[in-house]
């Protein structure tokens, strides 16, 4: 009964994510997430694309967009300076459509 209910509200997140709107603050205990960009795709959780306006910002799937003020952010991220201190590690591409999970489990960190 439990799975049934963790599946249950694991698809009702999903379909019903709001755009990820990110803003970076100065000090860790600030943030909702903590994450750690790698040097190679294959090293990351999420490939992540930054658009370039709030319109363009998707669905969880690792398109973001960089507010200028936290309280317009969905979620406020730290950038770590070592692996072993990200919740998530992200990998910057260049095109749009290279954005997104590599390891799903770490989805529950933006929701």
Not at 9 to 16: D, E, I, K, Q, Y
Not at 52 to 77: M, P, R, V
């Amino acid at each position: 009964m439990k799975k049934l209910f963790f599946i249950l509200l694991s698809t009702f997140c999903v379909l019903h994510v709001k755009a990820q709107k990110v803003f970076s603050v100065q000090y860790s205990n600030q943030a909702d997430v903590k994450v750690y960009v790698v040097k190679y795709e294959n090293q990351a959780d999420l490939k992540v694309y930054k658009v370039k306006y709030e319109n363009q910002a998707d669905e969880n799937n690792g398109k973001w967009f960089f507010t200028k003020y936290s309280n317009q952010a969905k979620k406020k991220i730290y950038f770590v300076e070592y692996e072993n201190q990200a919740d998530v590690k992200i990998f910057f591409v260049e095109y749009e459509n290279q954005a997104g999970w590599r390891n799903r489990d770490k989805m529950q960190w933006f929701y």
